[in-house]
């Protein structure tokens, strides 16, 4: 798939991500603080639904950043989900 006619598959294009992969691997090996909840996916690391929302497209779906990304995001969205509450408003 491609974006703009940009994809992983043009080496120099990769070569430029590359920066953005290894910020998000890096930034990925740090613990989040805290309870994960719905908040704090909007609250703080908004660079991660930034940079990581249009990877998958690009075709980096199956870089590690990116799948611990979209799984953390997963696992807030399921454990807001199963208190049953519908308040979904933003701090």
Do not use: W
């Not at 740090?30 to 909007?42: A, C, I, R, S, V």
């Not at 990581?52 to 990116?66: H, N, R, T």
């Amino acid at each position: 798939m491609r974006i703009l006619g940009l994809s992983r598959e043009i080496p120099e294009f990769h070569r430029y991500m590359q920066f953005i992969l290894d910020f998000l691997n890096d930034h990925g090996k740090n613990p989040h603080q805290g309870e994960l909840t719905f908040d704090k996916m909007y609250a703080f690391r908004d660079y991660e639904t930034v940079l990581a929302c249009f990877l998958p497209l690009l075709g980096y779906k199956d870089e590690p950043a990116v799948q611990y990304i979209a799984e953390k995001r997963i696992s807030i969205l399921y454990n807001f989900a199963k208190q049953k509450r519908y308040d979904i408003k933003l701090k």
